[in-house]
């Protein structure tokens, strides 16, 4: 009896491995091919019609991390948008601070709350697999936010703002404003996250066309001023000269420049355009260069338009792709609002939709 | 062979090796990290190092006496996000804001302090579990007061004088590392607080039947360890000069590493004020010769938790050699 | 012997905690229609397996006087080896389950042979090796990495009949913990140590012997529970286990066993597991806003830690 049971055993096993499990599609990142591809893919039309509900809407987001002020503003215009839509009862919210079980078992809350559509960004893409599997079993619309895009049957659609032009954007101008010399160093988001990845890949593919920049080093910032700024100082104690700094992280940026003015060096920096930050706009006031790329803030309400798209049958694409584009010093100054903390991001949000 | 027999023992073996072995040890550091790097011989790379450590530095001081007295304090890294926060959010970018925006952080860090102190003294609790459990509670409420985003705004002036160098050279911070470190020096051996936790700590029972205020001795040195962390969290401020959503997120693990390395162990009554800095230099050094090193981030976690390890049981052998306790 | 333990029971009464679980669930049915349904209880106790098998193993260090600081990251570093592994050698998968356990038991094992010969306190020891691990981890990661062999998956995620396959797994480990701990000399001895370790000395214990058995299995039950991680995640987090250890430790003491051990009670600790998950869920769907629930979450740590304090009858001396 025990060794018939041990056999069974051992012959589900095999016959589970040899099926074996689906993955979402492993994409190098580090190619402009993977970027053209994403871009193909998104602009397929969707097939909407086995979504299509009708009556009350109820929309999940499910935030991976609540703990920016860039991901904040997003939550807060998916809540925005929804309430431009009279067919949506309810948006639910939940945060799995940089937790991927909680994250699952958030997930699976909203499924049991009855939601017709999960509006995520994951703490983990592949963590949060399983879990979104269960919610396409169900019917349930799924729409995953940011910078990365995640190809997956699981995944209904993606609100994407593309990494690759918006890295390039900030490399080509950082080259150019460098006169295509000096020494330089990266500042990364959080190592292995998507961002960090792109951003390295990027930044060295277009330094090809600028033999005469060096990459000197690159650190891992974490989207924090204050580690940017230490690990900005360290460089400074061991490079006797450092030109520039890549960073399109305008918050890090902040850090960066603090760091080279208190050393008494802030004459030899270069930094290259950030984003919308509002500190780093306020920088560019009042330093009068370097600009800024937008960094697609607009992907919140585009993912909830889409949301409501889909379940209403209407023809869309596969992905909605949210544009980035460079604006110089004087028109980046004009993103500046300076009244506010530097920690926040200037939008169209009605006051009563702003962070708290 | 037991201490236990001993009332208020102190070690009774080399008593002044145990106290100078961590400044030989931060000697022997410096020169270890002098030969691979000799920016670590110039004035201005290690005034900066002590700059980078003045927060932890500043709330160890603190913990320092929470520990000669047997106990922990956990929540000291969330105290400090909170007194950051706090502190701009009060400012609000105003310069009459600044020293209510000070007092406030040292206020409610002092009143966290308290709160862990009655708690413990009375509820007769782990401080351990009890100080990290309040640490959620605080993180927590640090979330809710800043809605995810760093609010909150420096007054003009304040990031630029503390952080900021004497004659390019003596930076501000430095200055008020010292001064917390010569008040912690006062209270420990000048006051009859700091008697009373030496005592405490040595032995507890016999303390309570000479009749001291073990309770009240008890939440004093907790509100101490709290109000310092707010400082702390203060110094943060400076450096940055922005607030953040958990800047002092993690940094219970450098005090505590920072506070063991010095002499003062889980077993109370032994331990200096001294030490403890002495402890913070040898920890930061440790860390930046892994940064320059080029050693992984992962590196550095490993590091701090083999001092943690290794340092206790060292003070345990070189003290009084009666290292088996079982229980916290 | 199944008469006599239910006859034990029936004597003391269930633990104080389900009191707490009876008027949360009461709450919940009438305060959320969703939390009614099967499926939603199936779900709490699978999210809850983890912590159970976690507490079940704390439980035993615990019960000894001592503490694991340790298994939170122990949890974490299991789940991204294993999904290494499961990655690398697919058709190797049963070899991968046992090996990591055993890995899992052998840090464990280290943890008390540290604990006896530097002569440690168990806390500083496993809060240092917190760090450690923690290390390890991120030497071999910084991002997830990995897959999971099917047989795990279906073990964290699968239901036969609309019963969590999870479930099976935390019942067999909870009898074989209420034998172990309840029911034997070993368990007797390890409850004595607790108690008195001066006494247990003198009674002739063998303090090494208990010590190192009661951090292998706390090991091996973080061992078994990183192998769950993975199956729910799908891939090597690597930080999954961050703050497992707390949730443990609190499960274990608002179960009723307290901290300075001498007494345990798996139907108790048990009861808490199932407690804490039922107030996570109902947290959620009753949309109580994120940085409010961490709060609520402090709060129960230090209510259960007030609340392990010495009975009445310490009161009374």
């Known amino acids: 009896m025990r060794q018939y049971l041990m056999h069974s055993i051992a012959a589900a096993m095999i016959g589970t491995f040899v099926t074996g499990t689906s993955m979402a599609q492993e994409m190098d990142l580090t190619k402009k091919e993977t970027y053209d591809q994403i871009m193909t893919w998104a602009n397929e039309p969707l097939d909407t019609s086995s979504y299509k509900k009708d009556g009350d809407l109820r929309i999940g987001l499910s935030a991976g991390y609540l703990s920016n002020a860039w991901i904040n503003f997003t939550a807060q215009s998916v809540k925005y948008e929804a309430s431009l839509h009279p067919e949506i009862k309810e948006v639910i919210v939940t945060d799995a601070a940089f937790n991927p079980t909680k994250q699952a078992a958030d997930i699976e809350d909203l499924l049991t709350s009855g939601v017709d559509a999960i509006l ?15 919610a396409h079993e169900k019917g349930v619309v799924t729409i995953n936010i940011g910078y990365n895009f995640m190809r997956d049957p699981s995944v209904t659609s993606n609100a994407y703002v593309n990494q690759w032009t918006y890295s ?101 920096l270069t930094l290259s355009p950030g984003d ?44 909605v792709v949210v544009p980035t584009r460079y604006l110089d010093p004087a028109e980046a100054a004009k993103l500046n609002e300076p009244d506010r903390a530097d920690d926040w991001f200037k939008t169209d949000l009605p006051t009563e939709f702003l962070p708290q | 062979m037991s201490a236990e027999s001993k009332p208020f023992g102190h070690s009774t073996r080399l008593p002044s090796l145990e106290k100078a072995a961590v400044w030989i040890v931060l000697v022997v550091l410096l020169l270890v990290a002098g030969l691979s790097s000799e920016a670590f011989f110039k004035l201005n790379y290690l005034t900066n190092l002590l700059r980078q450590a003045a927060p932890v530095g500043i709330a160890a001081v603190g913990v320092t006496f929470v520990m000669l007295l047997r106990g922990v304090d956990l929540s000291v890294g969330a105290v400090i996000s909170m007194s950051a926060v706090l502190c701009a959010l009060v400012m609000d970018g105003r310069p009459e804001n600044l020293w209510l925006g000070i007092a406030a952080s040292c206020v409610c860090g002092a009143l966290i302090g308290l709160a862990n102190g009655i708690l413990v003294a009375h509820g007769k609790v782990s401080s351990f579990i009890m100080t990290l459990g309040m640490s959620i509670v605080v993180y927590g409420l640090v979330q809710v007061g800043s809605g995810g985003t760093a ?18 050279v003596l930076p501000v911070l430095v200055i008020c590392l010292l001064f917390a470190v010569a008040i912690g020096i006062f209270l420990q051996s000048r006051t009859r607080f700091g008697r009373s936790v030496y005592l405490i700590g040595a032995n507890p029972e016999a303390a309570r039947l000479a009749g001291l205020p073990v309770n009240r001795v008890t939440v004093v040195a907790y509100a101490v360890s709290g109000l310092f962390a707010g400082l702390g969290g203060l110094a943060l401020l400076a450096r940055t000069g922005v607030s953040g959503t958990n800047p002092g997120a993690g940094m219970e693990f450098d005090v505590l590493a920072a506070v063991v390395l010095g002499g003062t162990t889980f077993a109370g009554g032994r331990g200096s004020v001294g030490g403890t800095f002495a402890g913070v230099m040898v920890l930061f050094i440790a860390l930046n010769l892994a940064n320059v090193a080029g050693l992984p981030f992962a590196a550095q976690l490993i590091i701090k938790g083999l001092i943690i390890i290794i340092a206790s049981a060292a003070h345990s052998w070189i003290g009084a050699g009666s290292g088996g306790r079982k229980q916290e | 012997m199944w ?24 709450i919940g049915m009438v305060t959320a229609p969703q939390f009614r349904t099967a499926s939603n209880l199936a779900n709490i106790l699978e999210q809850s397996a983890v912590l159970a098998v976690l507490a079940l193993g704390q439980a035993f260090v615990i019960a000894g006087g001592m503490i694991d600081l340790s298994v939170g990251q122990l949890v974490g570093l299991i789940t991204v080896i294993a999904c290494m592994m499961f990655e690398a050698f697919p058709s190797l998968s049963p070899l991968v389950i046992v090996g990591c356990i055993a890995l899992a038991a052998l840090v464990g094992l280290i943890n008390g042979e540290l604990i006896n010969r530097l002569r440690m306190s168990p806390l500083i020891l496993t809060f240092g090796m917190l760090s450690v691990l923690q290390g390890f981890i991120f030497m071999l990661t910084d991002r997830s990495v990995g897959q999971v062999a099917p047989a795990i998956t279906f073990l964290s995620n699968g239901r036969v009949l609309g019963i969590p396959v999870s479930l099976v797994l935390v019942a067999v480990v909870g009898i074989a913990a209420y034998y172990a701990l309840q029911r034997s000399i070993f368990g007797w001895h390890l409850l004595a140590m607790g108690n008195s370790s001066d006494s247990a000395r003198k009674a ?16 091996l039950c973080a061992g078994i529970a990183g192998l769950l991680v993975a199956g729910r995640l799908g891939t090597g987090f690597p930080n999954a286990g961050i703050g497992l250890e707390l949730d443990a430790i609190v499960a274990v003491v608002l179960g009723g066993t307290p901290l300075k051990g001498g007494r345990v009670s798996v139907i108790g600790i048990l009861g808490a597991v199932l407690f804490l998950g039922t107030l996570s869920n109902l947290l959620n769907l009753m949309q109580v806003p994120a940085f409010a629930q961490i709060v609520v979450k402090g709060l129960i740590v230090i209510v259960a830690i007030l609340a392990d304090r010495p009975g009445r009858a310490a009161r009374l001396a």
């Open chain 3, 3 to 26: 008469t006599r333990a239910i006859a034990a029971m029936a004597r003391q009464g269930l633990p104080r905690i389900y009191w707490a679980l009876f008027t949360l669930v009461l």
């Open chain 1, 120 to 134: 995520f960004w994951p703490v983990d893409e592949k963590a949060i697999l399983p879990v979104l599997k269960k």
């Open chain 1, 168 to 268: 390039e954007q900030v490399a080509t101008e950082f080259a150019e404003s460098l006169n295509g010399k000096g020494k330089i160093f990266a500042m990364l988001p959080i190592a292995g996250s998507s961002a960090a990845v792109v951003q390295l890949a990027v930044l060295q593919e277009v330094l090809k066309g600028y033999p005469n920049i060096e990459l000197i080093s690159s650190e891992y910032g974490d989207w924090d001023r204050a580690k940017a700024k230490q690990l900005t100082e360290n460089l400074l104690q061991r490079f006797p000269e450092i030109d520039g700094a890549f960073s399109p992280a305008g918050q890090m940026s902040m850090g960066i420049y603090e760091a080279f003015d208190e050393a008494g060096r802030l004459g030899e």
């Open chain 2, 151 to 168: 609010r909150g705004i420096v007054s003009p002036g304040f990031r630029e004088v503390v952080n900021s160098r004497i004659g390019g």
């Open chain 1, 276 to 319: 919308d930050y509002n500190g780093w706009t306020k920088l560019v006031t009042k330093e009068g260069k370097w600009g800024s790329v937008t960094s697609g803030l607009e992907v919140g309400r585009a993912a909830t338009k889409q949301a409501v798209k889909i379940l209403t049958g209407e023809p869309t694409t596969t992905a």
């Open chain 3, 204 to 219: 002739g214990l063998n303090q090494f012997s208990l010590t190192r058995t009661a951090f292998l299995v706390s090991g």
